[in-house]
C-alpha cells in the first residue's frame, strides 16, 4: 500500500512539468571496483569491463570518484589496478577524487583529511595526464562535508584552493546495501534470488528517482539536473542497461558532471549543518526550514535485503 501511495503520488507529481527537459548525471563512487573481498584480476576486469560497456552503450558521460589506496598492496603500485582506471579514461569516461583512503571528515581533523585528498590525487592525475585531461572533481566519502559549517568551510577553501569543484550528489540512495546482497548470492551460486536482488534494485532506483524529482520540484518550481550516485559493483555492472532503460523510460537524457552543474539549483546556498551525508536536495530543504512532512515518502529498502547485507 506504501509504495502504491507513493507511486500514485509521482505520477501527480510529474503532470505539471511532463514536457520539461529532464537531466541526469551518473557518478560512480569507490573505484576501480567495489570487491567485497574478490581480490582475483579475472573477476575485477570483467566487472569493470561489463559496466564501462554498458556505460558506452547506452552513451552515458559517467564520472568515476577513485579511492587510490586500492591501487596499493603494501605501499607498492598493483599495475593491474592502474590499468583498471586507465580503461576508463581510454573509454572517454571522467575520473574524480574521492580521498585516498575513504575516512570520514566527521571522524578526523582538517589536517588529516586535506592530507588523504591530495594523497589521493597522484596516480589519478598520472592516467588523466595520458589523455591531456586534468582532475577536476571531488567527492566526500559518505557524502560528510562537515560539521558545523567552520569545518564545512575550511575543507570548501581548501578544495578551491587545489583547482577542485565539489561534485554534489541530489538522487542518494543505498545501492551499497542491494550490492552487497547481491554478492553474498552470487557467491551461493544463487541465480533465482540475484535476480530477485537485481530486479528489485531497479524498482527501488526508479522510485528513489522519481521521489527525488518530485523533491526538486517541490523547492525549486521546475525539474533540475540531477546527479545519481550509484557505487563500482557487480551489481551495477550487472545492471546497468537496465538502470539506463529505466531512466530513459522516465523521460531522463544523461549528461555529465559539468553540464550538471551548470544548473543554477546548485548555486543554492546551504547554510544548516549536520553529521548527516544527504542528498543536496535535503540540505537545501532543511537550509530553507522544511520540517518532517516535506521529507515523507522516502522510498524503503526490502527488508530481505536489510538482512542479507548485516
Known amino acids: 500500500m506504501r ?11 510529474l503532470l505539471p512539468s511532463f514536457a520539461q527537459t529532464k537531466k541526469v548525471c551518473v557518478s560512480i563512487d569507490d573505484l576501480p571496483t567495489v570487491s567485497y573481498g574478490v581480490n582475483d584480476s579475472t573477476s ?27 591501487l596499493y598492496e603494501n605501499d607498492v603500485i598493483i599495475p593491474f589496478q592502474v590499468r583498471l582506471l586507465t580503461r576508463w579514461v581510454e573509454s572517454n569516461l571522467e575520473l574524480g577524487n574521492h580521498t585516498f583512503s575513504h575516512p570520514d ?28 585531461l586534468t582532475l577536476k572533481y571531488f567527492r ?30 541530489t538522487i542518494d540512495n543505498e545501492d551499497y546495501l542491494f550490492a552487497l546482497a547481491y554478492k553474498r548470492a552470487n557467491d551461493k551460486g544463487d541465480h533465482t534470488l540475484m535476480k530477485q ?27 533540475i539536473n540531477q546527479i545519481l550516485l550509484i557505487h563500482a559493483s557487480l551489481l551495477n555492472a550487472d545492471y546497468m542497461d537496465e538502470l539506463a532503460k529505466m531512466l530513459r523510460k522516465n523521460d531522463y537524457d544523461f549528461i555529465s558532471m559539468q553540464e550538471s552543474l551548470r544548473d543554477e539549483a546548485y548555486n543554492t546556498p546551504v547554510t544548516v549543518f549536520g553529521n548527516w551525508g544527504i542528498s543536496w536536495i535535503d540540505r537545501w530543504a532543511l537550509s530553507q526550514g522544511k520540517k518532517g512532512d516535506f521529507f515523507k515518502g522516502d522510498p524503503a529498502i526490502p527488508d530481505y535485503i536489510k538482512k542479507l547485507s548485516q
Open 3 to 13: 509504495q502504491l501511495i507513493f507511486l500514485t503520488l509521482s505520477i501527480v507529481g
Open 44 to 70: 575485477l576486469k570483467n566487472l569493470t569491463e561489463k559496466l564501462i560497456g554498458s556505460l558506452k552503450k547506452n552513451k552515458i558521460p559517467a564520472i568515476g570518484f577513485v579511492n587510490e589506496i586500492k
Open 105 to 132: 571528515y566527521n571522524n578526523h581533523s582538517m589536517k588529516f583529511f586535506s592530507n588523504d585528498i591530495l594523497k589521493g590525487e597522484v596516480v589519478t592525475k598520472k592516467v588523466l595526464s595520458g589523455k591531456r
Open 140 to 169: 566526500h566519502p559518505f557524502l560528510h562535508t562537515g560539521n558545523p559549517k567552520q569545518k564545512n568551510d575550511s575543507l570548501d577553501y581548501f578544495l578551491t584552493r587545489h583547482g577542485y569543484t565539489i561534485a554534489p550528489v
Open 197 to 223: 536482488i537485481g530486479s528489485d534494485y531497479v524498482a527501488y532506483m526508479e522510485n528513489k528517482v522519481l521521489y527525488f524529482e518530485i523533491q526538486a520540484r517541490a523547492l525549486f518550481g521546475r525539474n
